[in-house]
Structures are given as structure tokens and as C-alpha cells.
């Protein structure tokens, strides 16, 4: 089973900011949350991960509680093109990857 | 730029049929992974390779089986296709590292057993 939990679907205002929120509350000390995204009829993408400092790449940020219990992808400018399943997953080796149901983020014009 | 390609996108296979699914990156990692995708059922890990000629059961292996001969194919097979293997299968690849298990993900292949 999966070890982290999502909202089913979300909607976002094209140019807005979204925020994908994540619940890791049973994650490990040694456990990374990672982030994909899976566009329809493609492969997953990786986006970002991160242990416990809050990460910035050219796609989007990775908010991370002290506490570690959960996390918030941040979309900074969402485009039509970002509309997409989005998985967190907490994963601390190579084969310990479970990706669950996601949540489907849809951005509207 | 990172690339993991599968052999097709779309399979029709008759029941019994031996069935092959062919997955290349170009990255030079060491593990590739195979997983199959069903509605209301995300992504579940069937097998895993970290080397050369060695592999891993993951979640879901029976019915599959899978042969890396070399470091850059990492092929699954369906010795006898049936219904319940009607799926989208995606093939992955990471290279080891700590702190660093990004995986990398081909098209798909959505196989159809008849």
C-alpha cells in the first residue's frame, strides 16, 4: 500500500499558483518524499524530492513540515499543460517506490 | 537528454500467447524497473533489475518474467498472455545513488489480451 495519502482531484486557475498537498505522517527518518506527475498517455515525470529542507527547481517547489508528517508541491504559474495526475511518494531505496492514486490536477482558463 | 524507450505502443496478443515487452534506456543506469497500470490501482512494481542478469520480484510477478542480458534492456515477458494482464506497462530506469532514486519513465505500452 501506498504510504502516503492525497486528495483525490484538485482544480487550478490557469496563471494561479497551485497547491498540491501531501499526508506522509508515517514516513521514516530516512525517507525521501519525491514528487511525479503523469500527463495522459504518457510515462511518469519526475518533478522534485527533497528530505527535509524546502526545494526549488525549474518546476516547481517542494514544501516539507518540520515535523515531516507532510509536505505541499507548489506550481508557482499553472498552464493548461501542467493539468496532470500528481504523485507523492515517500521512498528511501531504489525498490520501495509505491505510487498511489494521486490527485488529478486539472487547470481551467 | 534522459530517454527510456519501449518497443510499442499498443499490443493486441491473443490468450496463451508468449508475449515480449522490450524497454532501452540510454542513460547508463543500473536499475530498471517494470510496472503495470490499472484504473483505481496507480503503479504496481512487478519486477526490478539492479545489475546486469539480475532481478528482483516486486509487488506482482506472477505471470511475468523478465531478462536483462545487458546493462541497457531490461525485457518482460508474459509466457502465457491472459485476460488479466490487459494493461498499461511502463518501463523505468535509475541509477544508484544516495539520496538520489529518481526514476526515469518510457511511454508505456498498452497491451491488449484478447
Known amino acids: 500500500d501506498a504510504k502516503t495519502t492525497q486528495p483525490p482531484s484538485m482544480d487550478c486557475a490557469e496563471g494561479r499558483a497551485a497547491n498540491l498537498p501531501c499526508n506522509h505522517s508515517t514516513i521514516s527518518g530516512n525517507e525521501y518524499v519525491y514528487w511525479y506527475r503523469q500527463i495522459h498517455s504518457q510515462g511518469p515525470q519526475y518533478i522534485i524530492h527533497g528530505l527535509k529542507n524546502n526545494e526549488t527547481n525549474e518546476m516547481a517547489s517542494l514544501i516539507i513540515t518540520e515535523d515531516r508528517k507532510s509536505s505541499t508541491l507548489i506550481l508557482p504559474h499553472a498552464t493548461l499543460r501542467d493539468t496532470a495526475v500528481y504523485y507523492c511518494i515517500s521512498q528511501y531505496n531504489n525498490n520501495d517506490m509505491r505510487f498511489g492514486a494521486g490527485t488529478r490536477l486539472t487547470v481551467k482558463p | 537528454d534522459v530517454k527510456v524507450t519501449q518497443s510499442s505502443r499498443y499490443l493486441v496478443k491473443r490468450t496463451g500467447e508468449k508475449v515480449f515487452l522490450e524497454c532501452v534506456q540510454d542513460m547508463d543506469h543500473e536499475n530498471m524497473f517494470w510496472y503495470r497500470q490499472d484504473p483505481g490501482l496507480g503503479l504496481r512494481l512487478i519486477y526490478f533489475s539492479y545489475d546486469v542478469k539480475m532481478k528482483e520480484k516486486g509487488d506482482i510477478p506472477e505471470g511475468y518474467s523478465v531478462s536483462r542480458e545487458k546493462k541497457e534492456r531490461f525485457s518482460l515477458i508474459l509466457e502465457s498472455a491472459s485476460t488479466n494482464q490487459t494493461s498499461m506497462y511502463l518501463c523505468?530506469?535509475?541509477?544508484?545513488?544516495?539520496?538520489?532514486?529518481?526514476?526515469?519513465f518510457g511511454p508505456g505500452t498498452r497491451l491488449t489480451v484478447t
Open positions: 523505468a530506469s535509475s541509477r544508484i545513488a544516495r539520496s538520489s532514486y529518481e526514476q526515469y
